[in-house]
């Protein structure tokens, strides 16, 4: 149960259009960092991206195969669980529905793993049916370092430690495993609508 | 690892400003009363939350500045230029006034005695929090490992836990504390006085060859310069932790 605190009233800077902004978040014009280790430094010549299916069948593209796969240009609005929310972010990437089209047995879990080592989970059906891109364009440029570049996953509509930065490949499978936020108390699922920054919320 | 892992629900607790600690003109830390406090690890944070009188609710993450003591958490804050919760704590907030808290939250960026050593602990500016949390934690348990504290800051009076920090350094022995500060310094002043570079973390940071625990927290900037650097001053980046901090993480770059 909530209370008043003595003397507050809030100044609701920045509260956004409505309908944008989700319980708990502010609205940031600028783009916070926020990353467990140091940034991982990947060459291009050595970065691929790879899909593993849920019969145990890898799939593999080099940056140069990747990025010539077809791309959708998207823009959307990104929620951290850490309450800043930033809108109309526009990225460009390759569809999950491109990479999963030529994939076999899709499964029902997806496991998330990048250079640096990061994990993230998530249920197949939340990064399928347009839901979810890997990117390598931020506003028009190289997604930078920092900010996951080569190639981040991008699904804006859960919180965006899910949007996995410095993306290697995905395995599916018909079991779901925690990745590294999510073992460490954060929400499983983390849609930011039903606020569901940590385990039980 | 995974026993620094949050399970079960976390709920939002009353908790009371017990006591103000101005640490520097900008900074100011909270001591809050928490009954049901569950405790935490050295490194963790909470969330907050404030509620006016119309039902405007505002939350934020604050690191915790101590390492757990019964009901009591202790949070430091920086206050943001037009931001909308630290200038409520700093300004507006008194002792009894009541807020809500929830954690603890995060157990990544974590140390504890048993993790051992060497530890070494790199800050800028408001990034001190969490690091000050697991140096006091090192000294309270009269721990073994050697700890090695890095800080930077503009200047001599925006030196966050200064005193405190001075007699750590002065009583004991496992205990080195290096300040750099980046603006100004007083006439007297023989630490460094640039930002932290490469040439800086070669000398004062552990060696890799020791294999330090280190703990980066700053804004984004210092964090993505220090942590880079030491992995390539060879440091594992298994064996670098970061954390940003700051009004919202940082610069747009």
């Known amino acids: 149960m909530s209370f008043v605190t003595r003397g507050f009233r809030g100044r609701r800077r920045l509260e956004g259009p409505p309908g944008r902004v989700p319980p708990g978040q502010y609205v940031t014009t600028d783009f916070p960092v926020l990353s467990a280790g140091p940034t991982p430094r990947v060459q291009l010549e050595e970065w691929s991206f790879t899909v593993t299916d849920a019969g145990g069948d890898t799939l593999e593209w080099t940056w140069s195969e990747f990025t010539s796969l077809p791309t959708e240009t998207v823009t959307v609005d990104i929620h951290c669980v850490t309450k800043w929310s930033k809108l109309d972010t526009t990225w460009e990437g390759v569809s999950l529905d491109t990479l999963f089209a030529r994939v076999g047995s899709p499964g029902s879990h997806a496991l998330f793993h990048s250079y640096g080592g990061y994990t993230t989970n998530l249920p197949v059906e939340d990064i399928t049916g347009g839901k979810a891109w890997v990117a390598f364009r931020y506003e028009g440029e190289p997604l930078a370092s920092e900010h996951g570049g080569p190639a981040r996953l991008l699904v804006p509509h859960l919180y965006f430690w899910k949007s996995a930065k410095w993306v290697r490949g995905v395995v599916v499978s018909d079991s779901d495993r925690p990745g590294f936020w999510e073992s460490y108390g954060y929400h499983n699922y983390g849609d930011p609508w039903r606020e569901q920054r940590y385990a039980g919320d | ?253």
């Open chain 2, 1 to 253: 690892m995974a026993g620094a892992a949050v399970r079960g629900r976390l709920n939002w607790l009353a908790a009371g400003a017990t006591q103000f600690i101005d640490e520097t003109p900008r900074v100011r830390s909270i001591v809050l009363d928490c009954h049901d406090w569950p405790g935490h690890l050295p490194g963790q944070h909470i969330d907050l939350r404030l509620t006016a009188e119309d039902g405007y609710q505002a939350q934020r993450s604050y690191s915790i500045a101590a390492p757990a003591e019964g009901d009591r958490v202790i949070i430091t804050v920086e206050l943001v230029d037009d931001g909308e919760v630290s200038p409520f704590l700093i300004e507006d907030l008194r002792v009894g006034d009541r807020i809500e808290i929830r954690g603890p939250i995060g157990g990544y960026f974590v140390w504890e005695p048993t993790r051992g050593g060497p530890l070494q602990l790199i800050g800028g500016g408001s990034g001190v929090v969490p690091l000050m949390a697991m140096l006091r934690a090192s000294v309270r348990s009269r721990s073994d490992a050697p700890v090695r504290y890095l800080s930077s800051a503009r200047a001599y009076e925006d030196l966050i836990y200064r005193a405190e920090l001075e007699t750590v350094a002065s009583e004991e022995s496992g205990v080195e504390v290096v300040h750099t500060l980046t603006r100004n310094h007083p006439p007297n002043w023989t630490g460094p006085t640039r930002r932290v570079d490469r040439e800086m973390l070669a000398e004062h940071v552990w060696p890799p060859a020791v294999s330090p625990l280190c703990y980066v927290c700053g804004p984004t900037g210092f964090v993505e310069s220090v942590a880079t650097t030491l992995v390539e001053l060879g440091h594992s980046p298994e064996r670098v932790k970061t954390e940003r901090f700051g009004p919202s993480g940082g610069v747009r770059r």
